[in-house]
């Protein structure tokens, strides 16, 4: 039970109260309580109460409570009732109205004027989670208005920091007033590098909930270069608002800056702050230019119509040509997801021999949907739409989007179901295609298309796989092929024999049943043909390997045995090559090639070990030829392998440590005297200097392709880089195509001058020289000049 005490103003209750009445001293120990008139509270594990000062000293776990609920907590606490001072010393912390917390090493409240203060570090947080890092601060209790000046810190929920002169903010109303402001913001939030540095900076800035206002404000991502160095792009407003509910971020009267050049004037200006993954507005403009309807602008407005849909349309404006309209509709469904993509254009105002009258127009579309709900199998239906009113309509404005390339000539339509489950699989599809590029016979169909396999597993025989293609196929307006086949592919394990041989062999059986039409130079026309077919190869391989400290090498001489009885149908005019990756291929072609035919080959490797103890690849070298027991004229010329004697094909290639790369690939006759085919490819990487070369050469039955591509890039320093690329084709003794480019790149922003000449020419598509600047200030994206143009 508690005594109690009436000292003065102030009521005493304790576990122990004693009194010195000689020093006029009241001690209290063991849960002691103090009150006083005024409406403080005093809880703590001792106090001292000197009666002639009216001075009170309260110790161990000490709580203050006032008339407003205001909690101060601390080690040790004085209570001054002549001058109404209260002090707290070490590990004092403060709960005030409106859910704040304040951390500190000391505090004085001033009981009478309703003032909480301190000169010391102190640590201020709010109820979501917001901190403020101050050299000293003052508290009005009456006005609930918390103010501070000098080196002022905040970091808010979201990792964003605020820096100070001077700030104040209502507690009651959780409105915040700054001056001379920087705000560094949260690079993750932003999407940015580490290199970068986003950040604002202005007069003053008021703070409410759901808004932030600052006025002469200057935005940035750049790196922070010091005070003396500008940043190499900057967004100054005289006001700058972000409206946290609407999550967007207003600029009034904006200017940008390049180097503190004006560049941009933007009478109002906004975009999504960086929390938002999605919002409606308009997106970054963009130039184009092209000789046939000369410069256009473009502005794409995105439109957020619900959590699952968007649409995203846009206008290209030209100087002398009608306007170009393009739409891009996008909605997801919780199994699949819907893209639609149209666009419409009057067409040309002035019409030519090769500018044709009439409208332009298309429309893409892609459905995919997830059927299954269960895990053990998958299950979905696709739909693929595209259609065009003209053939040259999507090069000649440049139309790109997620479903269109502007250079694809080759248009699909299609819907397919597939199922799949364990090692089984069906495919159900109905396709046609259009060549854009033809001006007849540019349709082929597939109606239907079907493909079912199934594999089996066995611990003695190895593994079959099971196949089984069924379709309907139109080609060349008049052509009509209906095919179903059937194949068993054997694939027993492999074994190795004492001497070192690795043995392997694979069988193939084929029943192909059809019925075709007009098609006398491919496939038989005479009623329905049944014909079967087989195929077995045996493969041995004598891989060697020596092994040193830091490389090894292997060499594996490899012998292949085929044999396919019967007889194939013609292919002599499929276009077939012969090379090393399919040397060892049990068939080359669409069919089973028939007769008896062995393989020869070696392959050679010289592997490295790197930093880590890893075998890397050096050179490798491989070559290899195929001997017929017979000609056989079915088979494409062009492949040698209607010959008895194939040409010997192989590759080449060879790792520069840590520069560069060749590889080459070769068919060298059986003659053994010419080089029917040559390809170069190589990337090197010089530290300054960065090239490519690309070169193809077909000779005699190959073909006669003949070309020879070019790179080369010259790094200056970490920022400056230009680069040339050409294309020459020898067949034509023309040149393709060449660019030139400068690009100027730090962390911020990226400036670039292109030239590029294009030979193509194409009914009202025609050859152009372009050159362009393209500019991006990250992270809002790019904008670029008109190309210049000479035809």
């Known amino acids: 039970m508690n005594n109690s005490l009436q000292a003065e103003e102030f009521n005493i209750e304790a576990k122990e109260i004693s009194v010195d009445k000689k020093n006029n001293i009241v001690t209290g120990k063991g849960s002691v309580v103090v009150t006083d008139q005024d409406g403080i509270t005093v809880k703590a594990d001792k106090i001292i109460y000197e009666r002639s000062k009216e001075f009170l000293t309260a110790e161990g776990s000490v709580e203050v409570f006032d008339a407003d609920n205001n909690l101060l907590t601390t080690d040790k606490a004085t209570y001054d009732k002549t001058n109404e001072i209260i002090n707290t010393f070490q590990n004092s912390k403060a709960n005030l109205k409106g859910g704040y917390e304040l951390v500190t090493d000391f505090i004085a409240y001033e009981t009478i004027n309703k003032i909480i203060s301190s000169d010391k570090y102190s640590v201020l947080t709010d109820i979501e989670g917001n901190i403020v890092k101050l050299d000293m601060f003052q508290y009005q209790i009456s006005k609930n208005l918390f103010s501070s000046v000098g080196n002022i810190r905040v970091i808010d929920k979201d990792k964003n920091r605020y820096f100070f002169k001077e700030f104040h903010v209502d507690t009651k109303k959780k409105e915040m007033i700054g001056s001379d402001v920087s705000v560094l913001l949260d690079k993750k ?8 540095d986003p950040r604002f900076v202005s007069n003053d800035i008021y703070l409410t909930k759901n808004k932030s206002t600052m006025s002469k404000g200057v935005f940035t991502v750049c790196k922070n270069r010091g005070e003396d160095k500008c940043p190499p792009w900057s967004l100054k407003a005289k006001k700058i608002s972000h409206d946290k509910t609407k999550k967007t971020i207003y600029y009034d009267h904006a200017v940008l800056k390049f180097y503190e050049v004006p560049i941009f004037y933007f009478p109002k200006f906004f975009h999504p702050d960086p929390t938002v993954k999605r919002q409606s507005g308009f997106l970054a403009p963009f130039f184009t230019d092209s000789t046939s309807i000369g410069t256009g602008f473009g502005l794409p407005y995105f439109w957020a119509i619900s959590h699952d849909r968007d649409l995203t349309f846009t206008t290209k404006t030209y100087s002398n040509e009608n306007i170009l309209f393009l739409n891009e509709y996008r909605q997801a469904f919780r199994n699949g997801f819907l893209t639609l993509d149209t666009s ?16 332009r127009n298309h429309i893409f579309a892609n459905l995919d949907l997830e059927l299954s709900n269960e895990k053990d199998y998958d299950s979905s239906l696709s739909v693929e739409v595209q259609r065009t009113s003209n053939d040259t309509y999507f090069r000649i404005h440049d139309v790109n989007t997620s479903l269109v390339d502007s250079s694809n000539t080759n248009l699909s339509n299609k819907i397919a179901y597939n199922y799949s489950k364990k090692n089984m699989f069906l495919n159900i599809s109905s396709t046609m295609y259009e060549d854009l590029r033809k001006s007849s016979d540019r349709y082929e169909f597939f109606l239907p298309n079907i493909l079912y396999g199934n594999t089996f597993f066995t611990e003695k025989f190895g593994t079959f796989n099971f196949q089984s293609n069924a379709f309907y196929k139109n080609y060349d307006a008049d052509k009509h092929t209906t095919l179903l086949t059937n194949e068993v592919i054997w694939s027993p394990k492999n074994w190795i024999t004492s001497n070192g041989l690795v043995n392997s062999l694979e069988g193939m059986v084929k029943n192909r049943n059809y019925e075709a039409k007009n098609t006398k130079n491919e496939y038989k026309t005479e009623g329905t043909i049944n014909e079967l077919s087989g195929v077995v190869s045996f493969k041995s391989s004598l891989p060697m390997k020596k092994k040193g400290i830091n490389f090894s090498k292997i060499v594996s001489p490899n012998f292949m045995l085929r044999y396919a009885p019967g007889h194939m149908r013609d292919l002599s005019g499929d276009d077939v090559n012969l090379n090393y990756a399919n040397l060892y291929s049990m068939n080359k072609t669409s069919e089973i090639e028939d007769g008896l035919s062995a393989i020869l080959g070696l392959d050679f490797k ?6 880590n103890g890893n075998d ?3 050179m490798s070298f491989s070559i290899g030829q195929v001997f017929n027991r017979k000609q056989n004229e079915d088979i494409p010329s062009k492949s040698s392998l209607d010959q008895k004697t194939s040409d010997v094909v192989g590759e080449f290639n060879y790792n520069f440590s840590k520069i560069g790369n060749i590889a080459y690939k070769f068919s060298l006759d059986h003659n053994l005297n010419d080089l029917n085919y040559n ?13 490519n070369i690309d070169y193809l050469e077909q000779r005699n039955h190959v073909g006669t392709e003949h070309s020879l591509g070019t790179g080369v890039a010259v790094n200056f320093n970490d920022h400056n880089k230009l680069s040339y690329s050409t294309k020459k084709n020898y067949k034509t003794d023309s040149t393709e195509l ?6 100027y790149q730090i962390d911020c922003l990226t400036a670039g001058l292109v030239f590029r000449r294009e030979f193509y020419k194409d009914s009202d598509v025609e050859e152009k020289d372009t050159l362009m600047f393209k500019i991006t200030f990250v992270p809002f994206g790019g904008a670029k000049t008109p190309s210049i143009i000479k035809p």
């Open 189 to 196: 939030t932003f999407g940015l590098s580490e290199e970068n």
């Open 344 to 359: 419409y254009t009057e067409g040309y105002q002035s019409i030519s021999s090769t500018k044709t009258k009439g409208s």
């Open 606 to 611: 010289i592997n490295e070990k790197d930093e």
């Open 616 to 618: 890397k690849e050096k």
């Open 679 to 691: 390809e170069v490819s190589s990337n090197f990487n010089l530290g300054k200097v960065e090239f």
């Open 738 to 743: 060449y660019d030139i480019s400068y690009q």
